[in-house]
């Protein structure tokens, strides 16, 4: 069974530095998009920055020049570095790894649980 682990979630100072990470264990045949996504009280998820396996990145307006998304293919992970952050990105960020498990089975789309960042003086 596919299990997406995150962390590096906390509380932050305005203008202050986090960096998440989703490492995917369980047995699988490959990895494909990974993305991070947040989700504030009252409000609908919505994609922070996602990459491809070939490690094409895209970014929501409101973060770039800011976060970073990257991925260790080696490991099974993805990262994403958040620089300069304000009391608006405060939210629950959960990744998202499409996973193929077997070599002849379909894609699907796989979570994880989801970690709290605070950005608060």
């Known amino acids: 069974q596919v299990q997406l682990v995150e962390s590096g979630g906390g509380l932050v100072q305005p203008g202050g530095s986090l960096r998440l990470s989703c490492a995917a264990s369980?047995?699988?045949?490959?990895?494909?998009?990974s993305g991070w996504y947040r989700q504030a009280p009252g409000k609908q998820r919505e994609l922070v920055a996602d990459?491809?396996?070939?490690?094409?990145?895209n970014y929501a307006d409101s973060v770039k020049g800011r976060f970073t998304i990257s991925r260790d293919n080696a490991k099974n992970t993805v990262y994403l570095q958040m620089n300069s952050l304000k009391p608006e990105d405060t939210a629950v960020y959960y990744c998202?790894?499409?996973?193929?498990?077997?070599?002849?089975?379909?894609?699907?789309?796989?979570w994880g649980q989801g970690t709290q960042v605070t950005v608060s003086s």
């Open positions: 998202k790894m499409r996973i193929q498990l077997t070599l002849i089975a379909v894609a699907n789309d796989y």
């Open positions: 369980g047995r699988f045949f490959t990895i494909y998009n």
């Open positions: 990459i491809t396996s070939g490690g094409n990145t």
